[in-house]
């Protein structure tokens, strides 16, 4: 009768350890097969250009800008799968950031960033652009405080609604172009109130995705 007692338990025994082992195995093979194909695939979940869910149009380029979180997370700019400004290249800064981009070819023409003693700068860096050149701008702490009346009529010329809005650390995200008809509609604002503030002293990170028409030489960008 023990005989058959200290059988059943080496069955049992065993049979947990051949389970432990099949499980083990297969989560191998499972994340194996996760790495293998795209990691940023997890779950079923696709990713395309920039982190979009989806293929832009044909003529449309892919883009991402977050602006920074309170004063400690620089702001991001990505555009057709390229990241043009973050804080790990080492050109973003307190302020206003700024990528211009070729919009016939999606090709980066140059990334600036500006405090509040650089507005001369900032306006020197936009003047004289292409009008199929694109505009992105992220914000990060505090951008309100370098704007003056000449570059917000700037910012106007260039498709902004909201940027005679903007002040002490509002954050805002913008895509405009010379010689744009009408108002951008890859705009986003969110006012600096301590009251319904995320962070305190900050409002909340903004983040604006999607699809953007390329510019054409010969005719104006409407609205885009």
Not at 69 to 96: H, Q, W, Y
Request: hydrophobic fraction near 40%.
């Amino acid at each position: 009768m023990r005989a058959l007692e200290v059988a059943r338990v080496a069955l049992i025994l065993g049979t947990l350890v051949l389970v432990c082992l099949t499980a083990n195995m297969a989560l191998k093979l499972g994340r194996r097969d996760v790495v293998g194909r795209n990691s940023n695939a997890l779950l079923g979940d696709r990713t395309y250009k920039c982190g979009l869910s989806k293929v832009c149009p044909q003529g449309h380029f892919a883009f991402k800008i977050q602006t920074g979180s309170a004063n400690i997370i620089g702001p991001t700019i990505c555009f057709e799968d390229k990241v043009l400004l973050r804080s790990t290249l080492n050109n973003v800064g307190v302020g206003m950031n700024i990528a211009l981009v070729d919009g016939k070819t999606g090709k980066l023409i140059k990334t600036g960033a500006f405090e509040t003693h650089n507005i001369n700068n900032a306006l020197k860096f936009l003047q004289d652009i292409d009008e199929r050149t694109l505009v992105l701008v992220a914000s990060f702490d505090n951008m309100g405080t370098v704007m003056n009346d000449e570059l917000k009529q700037l910012f106007t010329k260039l498709g902004s609604s909201y940027v005679n809005s903007i002040g002490y650390r509002d954050n805002w995200i913008f895509i405009g172009s010379k010689g744009i008809n009408g108002k951008s509609q890859f705009e986003e604002y969110m006012k600096n109130v301590k009251e319904t503030n995320l962070y305190e002293d900050w409002p909340k990170t903004l983040l604006l995705n999607g699809c953007i028409p390329a510019s054409s030489t010969t005719a104006t960008t409407s609205g885009f």
